[in-house]
């Protein structure tokens, strides 16, 4: 492993496992299973295991997007995978596309698309928020996302800048799809998030004005399925509907 670079270290205790995302360094991990010298580090590789002056082993990994999902800092409820996997398969997100991302939020999205896009350029109006996602990107390794604080629906209007994909999870979103085309390349994608029907609605209205092409909405509900002595079923401990994706074509 190269200084500076991320590792996730699991260890298991009384079956529950424990995770920890680190960087290469000379700093020292301090755990209630023991200190990890983190310099220890630099001659292993994913699948060696380092041990803590406690005798405690960690397995070493690289992290991966879903690691930091469960990791990163929250500001308030993220967009789900199952979600940000549907943007990404009807976007046909690559990593030659620039991206547009507006409400930010604590970047979860952000950093999905930022570790697949060239470049992502987003926006967030608040600033507590700014500051909790730019940690949150920094932890992920991504020097690809520029982190914006303004308000998008004015922003917009200024932007001189061209995209391939726009993605936006905010209460004023009708507001920023009449503006859209004006900084989408043609063929680019827009994709919205929404989790109720009004707000969807007046999405799909301001889209159809905008003369969008190959709209589509969806819902995505997931359900975990339950393992146990007794039986196989459907989980109750999770709820399916998130919001709605709407996917649209310039």
């Known amino acids: 492993m190269l200084t500076g670079e991320l590792v996730l270290l699991k260890t298991s205790h009384r079956d529950k496992v424990r995770e920890f995302i680190v960087k290469v360094s000379d700093d020292q991990l301090h755990t209630d299973f023991g200190i990890i010298e983190l310099s220890s580090l630099a001659d292993k590789v994913p699948g060696d295991t380092v041990v803590s002056h406690k005798g405690q082993e960690f ?8 690691d930091f999902f469960r990791h990163a800092k929250r500001t308030g409820a993220p967009m789900m995978p199952k979600d ?26 952000t950093m999905y698309l930022g570790s697949i896009a060239k470049r992502v350029v987003t926006y ?8 909790v996602a730019r940690k949150n990107v920094e932890n992920a390794g991504l020097d690809n996302v520029e982190l914006r604080c303004g308000d998008i629906v004015e922003e917009i209007k200024n932007l001189d800048e061209k995209f391939d994909v726009i993605t936006l999870d ?3 979103s009708k507001d920023v799809i009449p503006h ?29 004005a ?23 079923r459907p989980s109750t401990s999770k709820v399916g509907h998130t919001g709605f994706i709407t996917i649209a074509r310039a």
């Open 170 to 172: 905010t209460q004023n």
């Open 180 to 208: 859209v085309r004006n900084v989408l390349y043609p063929g680019g994608f827009l994709a919205t998030y929404s989790p109720f029907f009004e707000q969807t609605k007046e999405i799909r209205d301001a889209i159809e």
């Open 124 to 131: 967030e109006v608040r600033d507590d928020f700014v500051g």
């Open 84 to 109: 940000i996997g549907m943007i990404i398969a009807y976007t046909g997100l690559n990593k030659n596309d620039v991206v547009l991302d507006a409400g930010t939020g604590s970047g979860i999205l």
């Open 59 to 66: 397995t070493i990994q690289r992290p991966k997007m879903p």
């Open 210 to 232: 905008a003369n969008f092409y190959e709209v589509m909405t969806f819902e995505c509900s997931e359900r975990e399925i339950s393992f146990s002595s007794r039986g196989t």
